[in-house]
Each structure stands twice: as C-alpha cells, then as structure tokens.
C-alpha cells in the first residue's frame, strides 16, 4: 500500500509524526480521483492549507497522479524560507517532495524519473502558481523538460481560504 505522508515543518522546528498520531482526510481532484492523505491531527488550520496546495498540484501536473502507482511517498512542508519570498513575494508556500520509486512500470522511460526526487512549491498572492525546482518535474505538468514557475491564478484561493 502507498502512503501519502505530510511533514509540516515551523520556521525553526520540525514535527515528525507516526502513523498512529495521524489522522486520514481525502483529497478529490478535477478528475473526481479521491487520494487518500495522511495527515497529523495536531494541526488543524495547517490540514486544509496543504490539502488545498496538494489540489491545486494534482490538477496542474495531472501525471503525478496517471503514474501514482510509481511514486513512493509524496511529504509536504510548510515553508517561510526566504528564497520563494524574493522569486513570487510569498510569505509561506507548501513544498511538495515527490519521490519517484526506482524501478517504474508506468511512467516513460523518456523521461527519466526513475529513483528522481522532484519539488514543487505551491504558493498564492501576489503571484499565484507553482515553482518547478527540476526539470524532470515539468513533465509531470504537461511542460516537458521543464524548470520554472507556473501561473496558477487558483493558487490564491490555498491561503485566501485560511484567513477566512
């Protein structure tokens, strides 16, 4: 069985969590395909930012979830690291690390994921999308080999929704 696991992480502190401390909620997408995401019952408020920054990712880079079968773990954190905050002006994104098995049966072997790590940032205002930190993630977006941000104006709703 493949685990979704979430990592949220504070400025400063890490929380590592088990499976017995965590909690389950879906996720549906565009495609009405539910995913099943583990996620710590210790931080309510921060459930739905990720569970909203995981839709926004799926329906832009639909591939990660046509190949789920050849993804091992997805983890998320919550950052407000300075680098993403100079690049889009945004004071927090989620970042998703996709960690890609490394014996695939599904996914091209042109695109050359295999045993690959790939991060997306998810972050809303003042420019709303998604940043690709490997090139190999683009495919999974429909981009090819590409490196780069992505304009998601749905990206502001994540944080608009929070503050609400």
């Known amino acids: 069985m ?6 949220i992480t504070g400025m400063l502190s890490f929380a590592f969590f088990t499976f017995e401390d965590m909690g389950k909620s879906s996720v549906t997408n565009k495609t009405n395909t539910t995913f099943s995401i583990e996620f710590p019952n210790e ?8 569970k909203s920054a995981f839709k926004v ?3 832009t880079c639909p591939e990660l979830m046509t190949f789920k079968n050849d993804i ?3 983890k ?5 690291y300075l680098y993403q905050s100079e690049n889009h002006g945004w004071d927090e994104w989620v970042r998703f690390e996709v960690s890609i098995a490394d014996n695939t049966t599904g996914i091209p072997n042109q695109y050359r994921a295999n045993g690959h790590h790939l991060w997306y940032s998810v ?3 003042p420019t709303p ?5 490997k090139n190999i993630g683009g495919q999974f977006c429909g981009k090819g080999l590409f490196e780069g941000f992505i304009s998601v104006p749905a990206a502001e709703n994540v944080w608009s929704q ?3």
């Open 76 to 80: 998320a954190e919550i950052s407000p």
């Open 43 to 50: 931080a309510p408020e921060r459930e739905e930012t990720v």
């Open 162 to 164: 929070q503050h609400q």
């Open 72 to 74: 091992d773990n997805i």
């Open 2 to 7: 493949k685990w979704i696991v979430f990592l």
């Open 123 to 125: 972050g809303g205002a």
């Open 57 to 59: 990712l799926i329906n």
């Open 129 to 133: 999308g998604i940043e690709v930190t």
